[in-house]
């Protein structure tokens, strides 16, 4: 399997205990946009989440979180959970507002646009 290219986009730094940032990514080559992804941190551990539901239940069960992105083939999944911890932990806060930046490693690509909507369906 070739190495998966990525950009993550429109970092918005947070510091709400374990989430340090919400950010968009592009997958490429296919140029696929993933918005308000989740960065978290804690201890030693690193970790991103794709956008998810929040599911409330009235019968006293747990809430549950429900992705809207997901991955059948799990090699896959492990090697982009690789490719976005790299390009994260490569950001720069200089970066943050659609500033996009590309992991040194991972490829060149185009900035995003830091409107969500500009030129994406």
Not at 15 to 35: C, H, N, R
Not at 39 to 45: G, H, I, P, T, W
Not at 97 to 112: E, F, I, R, V
């Amino acid at each position: 399997m070739n190495p998966i290219k990525v950009e993550v986009g429109q970092y918005r730094p947070m510091d709400k205990g374990s989430l340090k940032a919400f950010f968009s990514l592009v997958i490429y080559p296919q140029g696929q946009k993933i918005l308000d992804c989740r960065y978290f941190e804690q201890a030693d551990k690193r970790w991103f989440s794709f956008p998810q539901k929040e599911v409330k239940f009235n019968d006293g069960r747990k809430t549950e979180y429900i992705p809207y992105v997901s991955y059948l083939d799990k090699e896959y999944l492990e090697q982009l959970k690789i490719a976005v911890l790299t390009a994260l932990k490569d950001a720069k806060p200089q970066e943050a507002y659609g500033q996009a930046k590309s992991s040194s490693n991972q490829g060149q690509t185009n900035p995003l646009p830091s409107d969500a909507s500009t030129g994406w369906f």
